[in-house]
């Protein structure tokens, strides 16, 4: 039997063979950490359909900003959970909402964290739709001012970037020329351009309280069976002016993710959502899976099909384990 030419078993046999013939590589600065801030002093809510996670207040994100910082992650993402709602969402553009007082909190104890908040009005609205209604439906032209004045909100706190997730037409260029007409114009744009109408949204809607009370939001988020609207929602929240954009959720959509990664020359951003990372740990609670290895492998994956940035409930814990891997690492020269 002749000896084979191609034995690829041979960089297998160590981990320091497997790390030399790597492609992918994960680093903590490729992290979005999700943090959701409530009302209150020094309060902390447990979420019981995210394990490790919490309702935080104001100066309690700030704490947990710096921390994540130390850990070297590259951001944080903000949701704001009012204990005030209207019809209009107008505690979205309170410049003393929770958002802006956490985003200036965090930016007095974390000066070099990335402060990312999301702009939406379904944490503010009694109904819990991503706009205004009129007649029962989401009055997409006139929600549009109302967002614009969100953003704005939060780059005048201090935010780094503001990423407009309600899927409404023509949203990005609003925010884009309202930010620039009051002179916000170094704030970033990272636009939920292709976030589907997803099952996989369930524990972040308990933890924010931003379950629609009536209907639900497929006449404005994506239908699960198409790639090509991707593409074009993409492209053309980069022309109206987006910095970057999202996929959203990452697991279910990573062929969207290579997909959008090909058509568009601008950094993307995958959302590990709420969902996913909590049927992860209810499949481990039950023995069905090693939670250690499956949080590496998917965001592995989110990353291998062409994500630059990973949003992620497992930021955290991943961040503390590359450190670990980092010190043995130092600690073996």
Known sequence: MSYPEHRARRLRRTEGLRALARETRLTADQLVAPLFVHEGERSRQPIASLPGHARLSPELAAEEAAALSALGIGAVLLFGIPTHKDETGSGGWDENGVVPRAIRAIRKRAP???VWADVCL??????GHCGVLRDGDVDNDASLPLLARAAVAYARAGADVVAPSDMMDGRVGAIRAALDGVGLARTVIVSYAVKYAS??????REAAGSAPREGDR?????DAANVREALREASGDVEEGADAVIVKPALAYLDVIRAVRAEVNVPIAAY?????????????????????RAMWETTLAIR????DLVISYFARTLAERLGERAAQAEARR
């Open 112 to 114: 070099e964290m990335v």
């Open 272 to 292: 590990q959502v709420s969902g996913e990372y909590a049927m992860l740990h209810a499949a481990a609670e039950r023995g069905w899976l090693d939670l250690e």
């Open 122 to 127: 379904c944490e503010y609205t009694d109904h």
């Open 199 to 204: 099952a996989f949204y369930g524990p972040f």
């Open 218 to 222: 497929r006449g404005y988020q994506m």
């Open 304 to 307: 291998r099909a062409g994500a």
